[in-house]
C-alpha cells in the first residue's frame, strides 16, 4: 500500500472550511483514497472514499487530483464537533480492508 | 451509534492474568476486525475474520487470539498479559459490498497493573 504523508496538525476557524491535504505520490492505479476520522478515543469513523474522481457526501467532498498523487479532503462549514484526527488511508481494490492508520492530522475547530 | 457493540467498557487486571473482549458486529456484516491503540504504536490492526473463518492477521503478538462464532460475534483473547498491552482495542465491522468501509465500535480499554 502507498505511503501517506499529511501534516501532523491544522487549526480552522468554526463555520469555516476545512481543507485537509494528503500526499500519497506512490498510490498505484487500482488504490483508491479512504479517509476516517478519530474524535478523541472514540472508535474510528469512516468518512469517504475515491479512486480518481471527485466525490461528496453529507460529511465530505474528496478532491483527487488528476495525478492522484494528492488528494484533500474539505469539510464545508467546520463545527466543534469536527476536532479530530483525521486519517488518509490508501486501500487496494479488492484488499480485505485491514486498514493501515499513519499519524494522521489533528484538526482542531476554534470558536 | 456505529451499530457495532463491545464489552466490556473497561477492563483492569494484573500482569500474567488472561482477558477476553467481545464483539458484536453491525446486523448483516459478514467481516470483524480488531484493532489495537496504544500511545506509542497508534492504531494497529490485528486481525480479520469473515464469516467465521480467518482472513487476514497483522500485527497480532502469539499471546492473542481471536475467534469468530456462527451468529458472528467475535472475542478477542489476550494471555500472560504484560504492561505494555495496556490499550484501546476496537473491533470494526463490514458488509462484503465494501470491506473497507468499516464501523467501528466504542472500545475496550485495557489497563494492566
Known amino acids: 500500500d502507498a505511503k501517506t504523508t499529511q501534516p501532523t496538525s491544522m487549526d480552522c476557524a468554526e463555520g469555516r472550511a476545512a481543507n485537509l491535504p494528503c500526499n500519497h505520490s506512490?498510490?498505484?492505479?487500482?488504490?483508491?483514497v479512504y479517509w476516517y476520522r478519530q474524535i478523541h478515543s472514540q472508535g474510528p469513523q469512516y468518512i469517504i472514499h475515491g479512486l480518481k474522481n471527485n466525490e461528496t457526501n453529507e460529511m465530505a467532498s474528496l478532491i483527487i487530483t488528476e495525478d492522484r498523487k494528492s488528494s484533500t479532503l474539505i469539510l464545508p462549514h467546520a463545527t466543534l464537533r469536527d476536532t479530530a484526527v483525521y486519517y488518509c488511508i490508501p486501500l487496494s481494490r479488492g484488499s480485505q480492508g485491514n486498514l493501515i492508520f499513519g499519524k494522521g492530522t489533528k484538526l482542531s475547530v476554534k470558536p | 451509534d456505529s451499530g457495532v457493540t463491545q464489552t466490556p467498557k473497561h477492563l483492569i487486571t494484573a500482569t500474567g492474568q488472561r482477558v477476553t473482549l467481545r464483539c458484536s458486529p453491525r446486523s448483516g456484516d459478514l467481516s470483524v476486525y480488531w484493532y489495537q491503540q496504544s500511545l506509542d504504536q497508534g492504531l494497529q490492526f490485528l486481525i480479520q475474520y469473515y464469516n467465521g473463518e480467518e482472513r487476514a492477521k497483522g500485527n497480532i503478538l502469539e499471546r492473542f487470539s481471536a475467534q469468530q462464532f456462527p451468529d458472528l460475534h467475535s472475542e478477542l483473547n489476550l494471555s500472560s498479559l504484560e504492561l505494555g498491552d495496556s490499550a484501546l482495542y476496537f473491533c470494526?465491522?463490514?458488509?462484503?459490498?465494501?470491506?473497507?468501509?468499516?464501523?467501528f465500535g466504542p472500545g475496550t480499554r485495557l489497563t494492566v497493573l
Open positions: 506512490t498510490i498505484s492505479g487500482n488504490e483508491y
Open positions: 470494526a465491522s463490514s458488509s462484503p459490498r465494501n470491506p473497507a468501509e468499516q464501523f
